[in-house]
């Protein structure tokens, strides 16, 4: 056979002839060179210097057990902060965070500004639009928020992180990457702060802040294997309501989220990205073209099915702030296409208990009939305020591609049983042209900023709604939630490329069998103290979301929207892909330039909170516990 090798090699190496120049936003054409890390003098290349020429400082491996601080000798000096402030893009770049609440303490107090603040709290844009803030700020540690809202007693910086550097261009992102890297700081990434568990923020660190890459462009033939068609570039900033409304002025749709503020080519399709259209066309990751990327050595290369592949695939699925900082995605666009929904919903009170729950089980039953039929579903089940009585409601039943004849077919069992069971149902209805004016009145805006509750959610399989027991076995189980006090959200959707097959990417496979997306979350009280909240937290986990977790043995959850504390995270989010992931990690970034809870790799580390409470508020560290852990930081210290 050995002959017959290269012949193999050439002829597969002429089927992936390259179909396109690489094209790039001229944004991304600004870029580090190496002659220009050259020009430098010595001190200023140990600064800024990619990872390859650099002879790193020689400190020793006591002194690197967690990533430097600026409590630290070794943090860089105020000299060296400067020089980086001049290498970027503009003077006002590199933001040394002030928390937004600062207002409602100590010396930069100011009542009037505190009040405006606390009034838009739960306003998604006051965080999303702020180089620090997050969605989820009980893993910033809650050291700086509204005294109303939450009373910190002081502001702190807590888990935000120190710098941020506002990127305008690549060369911001890979001075940024190689000057954390290289002053062995901790690096984070931030987009929009949607992210479920405090990933896009972490104390002492250097922030890398992508929200201002807004560029689209749109690719009229994109060629890429078996696909020839349209396709969209958009930057690393770029929100859902940007690109929904970019493609709709083509007449195309692409698969990105329901959420309106949603950083669709940062954490979402990173992480998989579940969306609206997924019935029909999977997940977002499943659509990725090509990604521009600047790795953990500070290079920008394109990882896309022919060049570096293996970095596709994991970027595909395998999670955010893991593999480098992604500056642009490009996915393929779809022809636009009619759509359908519908809402309704229940009410124990007008009802009775009984009546309220045949009818919510009567929903939940034929999920798999929705999702078949291409439909996405966002339904809220929850306790009312004194957990005695209960709603439903079904806002939006989301039918692309149907017409109101068609989703009324859809309809028709669900209707003819409830009709049986003698319970009212008269959906609204409402028939769009378009993809985008039907997101745009069907998803409301959600609120974030919770302080005190934790989410986990799971992937409940097909198999689960195939028999009767299995549908009882697995509605017990939510009902046991929502009775037990906790609001359900919940999302139907079968993200199985109907056509073609699932591409080979990272995307947890227990999606691949799913027909339910569930979250639900634990609330504390507010004043609760640390140990109250790690008890709420071990009964969450290990009680509600283990009877989750029985009920659909060997599948998953959705990392984007999961439990910080999720138990075996490895295997729920990404199944048999696990190992070949860390194999990428690896080799991609031996030196863990870039950490993230529950993050491929991140197994070697671990935030010591000031807490104890699972959260950014304190230095990362390697974790001294495990021998191998510490026995190959131990080799890659000796390398440099
Ligand atoms: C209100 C709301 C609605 C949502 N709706 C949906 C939905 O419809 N469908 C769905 O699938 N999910 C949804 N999510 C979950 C969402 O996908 C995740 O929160 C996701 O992490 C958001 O990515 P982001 O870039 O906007 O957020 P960020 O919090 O800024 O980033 C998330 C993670 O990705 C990393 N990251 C961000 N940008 C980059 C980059 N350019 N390169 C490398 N790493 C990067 C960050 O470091 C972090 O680890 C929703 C979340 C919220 C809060
Ligand atoms: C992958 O990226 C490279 C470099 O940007 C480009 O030359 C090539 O055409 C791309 N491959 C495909 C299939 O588009
Ligand atoms: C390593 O660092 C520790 C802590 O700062 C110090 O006590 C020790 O002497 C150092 N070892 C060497 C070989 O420099
Ligand atoms: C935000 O909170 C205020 C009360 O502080 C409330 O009136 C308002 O409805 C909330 N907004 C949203 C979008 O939930
Ligand atoms: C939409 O429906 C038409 C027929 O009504 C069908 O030909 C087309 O393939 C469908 N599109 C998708 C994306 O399923
Ligand atoms: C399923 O639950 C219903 C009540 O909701 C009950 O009537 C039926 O007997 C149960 N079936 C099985 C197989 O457990
Ligand atoms: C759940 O139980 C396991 C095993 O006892 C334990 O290790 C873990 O810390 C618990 N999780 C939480 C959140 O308490
Ligand atoms: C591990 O780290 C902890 C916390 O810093 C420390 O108290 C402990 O002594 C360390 N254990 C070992 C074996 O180094």
């Known amino acids: 056979m050995a002959p017959l090798l290269p012949a193999l090699l050439l002829a597969s190496s002429l089927l992936s002839i390259p179909s396109q120049a690489r094209i790039l936003f001229p944004f991304e054409q600004r870029q580090l060179t190496k ?122 910086l807590g888990g935000y992180p120190s710098y941020v550097v506002k990127a305008a261009d690549v060369l911001d992102i890979q001075l940024g990457i190689n000057f954390a890297r290289n002053g062995y700081l901790r690096l984070i990434v931030k987009n929009t702060g949607h992210d479920f568990g405090g990933k896009s923020t972490g104390a002492g660190a250097l922030s890398i802040w992508t929200h201002g890459l807004k560029d ?71 659509h990725v073209l090509g990604f521009e990327v600047v790795t953990p050595t500070g290079e920008f290369l394109t990882a896309n099915s022919t060049s570096n592949p293996d970095l596709f695939f994991a970027l595909r699925g395998g999670g955010g702030g893991t593999f480098g900082v992604v500056t642009s995605v490009t996915i393929k666009a779809f022809k636009d296409l009619p759509v359908t929904a519908a809402s309704w919903s229940f009410d124990s009170t007008k009802l009775t208990k009984d009546k309220f729950w045949a009818a919510a089980k009567a929903v939940l039953d034929r999920s798999t009939d929705y999702v078949d039929s291409g439909v996405y579903t966002y339904f809220i089940v929850a306790p009312g305020a004194t957990g005695k009585d209960f709603t439903f409601t079904m806002q939006p039943f989301f039918a692309p591609n149907k017409t109101t004849a068609g989703l009324n077919t859809i309809l028709a069992p669900l209707q003819s049983q409830l009709t049986a069971l003698n319970i009212p149902f008269s959906p609204k209805i409402t028939e769009y042209k378009g993809f985008y004016p039907a997101w745009q009145a069907e998803f409301s805006l959600e609120t974030q900023s919770d302080v005190q509750t934790a989410f986990g959610s ?80 071990t009964s969450f986990t290990n009680g509600t979301m283990k009877r989750w977790r029985d009920v659909t043995p060997g599948s998953g959850s959705y990392l984007n929207e999961a439990d910080r504390l999720e138990p075996n995270w490895q295997q729920s989010f990404w199944g048999d892909k696990y190992a070949k992931l860390a ?10 330039v870039f950490w993230a809870a529950n993050a491929v790799g991140s197994e070697g580390w671990v935030v010591e909170s000031v807490d104890g409470l699972p959260n950014e508020n304190g230095k990362l560290c390697k974790v001294n516990g495990t021998k191998t852990a510490v026995v190959e930081k131990d080799k890659f210290i000796r390398v440099v």
């Open 216 to 286: 689209i462009q749109f690719l009229d033939n994109y060629a890429d294997g078996s696909y020839k068609g349209p396709a969209v570039k958009a930057g690393a900033g770029v929100q859902a309501f940007d690109l929904y409304k970019a493609a709709n002025g083509k007449g195309l749709v692409v698969v990105g989220g329901e959420g309106q503020t949603v950083g669709i080519m940062g954490g979402y399709i990173q992480g998989g990205g579940h969306s609206p259209l997924s019935s029909l066309y999977g997940m977002a990751a499943d």
């Open 35 to 156: 002659e220009y890390i050259a020009s430098l003098s010595e001190e200023d290349q140990a600064l800024f210097g990619f990872d390859d020429e650099l002879s790193t400082l020689a400190v020793n491996t006591t002194d690197k057990r967690c990533r430097f601080g600026p409590a630290d000798g070794k943090w860089p000096a105020e000299k060296a902060w400067a020089k980086f402030s001049k290498q970027l893009s503009t003077d006002s770049a590199l933001i040394k965070t002030t928390p937004q609440a600062s207002v409602c303490y100590g010396t930069a107090k100011d009542d009037a500004k505190c009040q405006d603040l606390t009034k838009s709290w739960n306003n998604s844009y006051t965080h999303i639009d702020d180089p620090t803030e997050v969605l989820s700020p009980i893993y910033q540690g809650l050291t700086c928020q509204p005294p109303s809202i939450y009373n910190s007693g002081s502001c702190t």
């Open 583 to 592: 194999q990428i990690k690896k080799e991609w970034d031996p030196k863990d």
């Open 458 to 537: 799971r992937l409940f399989p097909r198999s689960n709604f195939a028999s009767e027991t299995g549908r009882n076995v697995t509605f017990s189980a939510l009902r046991q939630t929502v009775e037990a006090g906790m609001p359900i959200i919940g999302f139907n959707l079968a993200p199985t490329l109907a056509r073609g097959g699932n591409p080979d990417n990272a995307v947890n496979p227990a999606w691949r069998t799913a027909v339910l997306h569930a979250i639900t979350g634990q609330r504390w009280d507010v004043k609760a103290s640390a140990s109250d909240i790690r008890a709420a937290r």
